[in-house]
């Protein structure tokens, strides 16, 4: 098994009241380098912040670190369009940072990234991999994605009150500036991410065609964003199992996740970590639906609870964060 | 405890009859990248074959993946320079690959990325370093290296009858095209990397100067290159406690090397893998004074050495060696 962690970033998450994936606008793009190194190091080495929510929840990596830390999995960062430095080691698929989708072709190296993504899903000798994401406003380029392979299935949030009327008008503003229209991409997923996307859809859904294609078991560790993935697999015209591992936070926000993983022969994991207890200190606000899934928490939790070490994850995330602390300083 | 693999070539391999790492020359720049492969998955990904000897000994990396398979641990590839595709994941310093150094200032990347490289290594968390390199030809930069520097220690190589004269012969042409004179770098380690050197000797001695004045342990896993690495770190005027560990087979070619480590303060380690057993198969070409140590080797068999596990390495490799034949197939 191999976590593999597809990270970069999309200009559309600077707009303001997007995301949550950062303490401040500026510190957004670092948001992804930084969940790199923590999933590889469990401490920040060229990221110039822990990342936090506004309200100071902190970043889903710290958890699928911990639960590395629990059980010893290997993790690889594949870069999908890193706009900052890392000092996590990662792979290269040629990806650039997407630009904002209200642009015109804000993701030209979608298409050559997927395909090389695609190969390099091939080639991975694991049997089994779980993939997920890190990409600061991905669930608005995750919604025009689903728009324009002809899907309605709405989008979680990492803010707890997702601000659907502005996304909505940023997709709107999309389809306006972009070559297509919503429904039109449905056989041809590469325009689709490449015309209203993000860097990270066009490589998490070539790593796991190709994975597919090999015959590798693979998870979706992640919410809406790999749902949108799983959708331009199957759009792809590849076959072959495919699970959706999330949080118990997410799947509690988007009730009809069930009907649409069913819509794309995808299973659905959901795990509960249990932030909500009185020992969970600062993962609370996760139970207060903050954040609720990012960096394949969900997939994390998912291999924790099937080692049945879930009742572990708490204390050992609380201890990925007190180093995490101590470093920042005063 | 982590692995730092430093993977990055010099063309100066590419002169006839210099470097084994590589069953011919225009597959010998593939090696670090295959090497890095090897290392992260246990498998070449990207890389278009396995790495042999023009003999067909085996790349040491086999005999590094197997003991990190046995004992667990991570590993990270640092980018020196590599010239061909990698699917492992890398860490990048700035470091382009190195031109012969028959050239005119060959590592023009060298003070960058060991300033990078410095940096990245106070930042690194982990207690303990072990830092190995993989580059064909990269003796003979080293050889040039330490005489830029002041020192006439000898050099080890990879084939079984060091080309003493043809390396001799690269380093005299190294001074004749460059601005320094031998002795002249003594208190400029960067510009002796520059003018005569590779670029993983800029990247892994910055790499290890700066662990150092973090107080990390560092182990320098490998031969007369990491010795290098050692006077550079010496030189740049960091102090503190170094160990080399390198392969008896190594040790057994240069005699002079518990002098030379002495006189930089830096303790010696030489582990004996035994492949000079009859269940050894292709590692016999190792007992027959082929390779003799690269990729880390060394430092993954005291790794194992002190686990108690160096018994089990010789299976373990041929179980590594195993899967990646059937993959080059028919």
Redesign the interface.
């Known amino acids: 098994m191999r976590l593999m962690l597809v990270a970069g970033t999309t200009r559309t998450a600077e707009r303001s009241g997007l995301s949550a994936a950062g303490a401040t606008r500026d510190l957004l793009l670092h948001t992804p380098s930084a969940d790199a190194e923590i999933l590889?190091?469990?401490?920040?080495?060229?990221a110039p912040v822990t990342p936090v929510s506004p309200t100071g929840c902190p970043t889903p990596a710290a958890v699928t670190r911990a639960v590395r830390e629990l059980l010893?999995f290997d993790a690889?960062?594949?870069n999908g369009g890193l706009a900052r430095p890392t000092?996590?080691?990662?792979?290269s698929m040629g990806a650039a940072p997407g630009r904002d989708i209200g642009e015109v072709d804000p993701v030209q190296t979608a298409p050559g990234a997927f395909a090389a993504a695609r190969q390099?899903g091939r080639?991975?000798?694991?049997e089994e991999l779980v993939v997920g994401e890190t990409i600061p406003g991905g669930t608005t380029t995750a919604m025009a994605v689903l728009r324009a392979l002809g899907e309605e299935w709405s989008t979680s949030s990492s803010l707890p009150e997702d601000p659907v009327e502005l996304k909505e008008a940023v997709v709107a503003e999309a389809f306006e500036s972009s070559e297509i229209e919503p429904g039109r991409a449905a056989h041809a997923p590469e325009l689709a991410v490449r015309f209203v996307g993000d860097p990270v859809l066009a490589v998490a859904s070539g790593l796991v065609a190709g994975a597919l294609e090999a015959e590798t078991e693979v998870v979706l560790a992640g919410g809406t964003q790999m749902l949108a993935v799983a959708a331009l697999v199957r759009h792809a015209g590849v076959v072959g199992p495919l699970t959706l591992a999330t949080t118990a936070y997410l799947a509690d926000d988007v009730p009809e996740l069930a009907d649409a993983t069913a819509a794309h022969d995808v299973d659905l994991v959901v795990t509960d970590p249990g932030f909500g207890g009185e020992d969970a200190g600062p993962l609370s606000a996760y139970a207060d639906g903050v954040a609720k899934e990012g960096a394949a928490m969900g997939g994390a939790l998912h291999l924790a609870d099937r080692a049945g070490r879930l009742d572990e994850v708490t204390t050992a995330t609380l201890d990925v964060l007190a180093?995490l602390r101590s470093d920042d300083g005063p």
């Open positions: 590889t190091y469990g401490d920040t080495v060229r010893g690889t960062v594949v000092g996590a080691p990662t792979v390099f080639a991975l000798p694991n180093r």
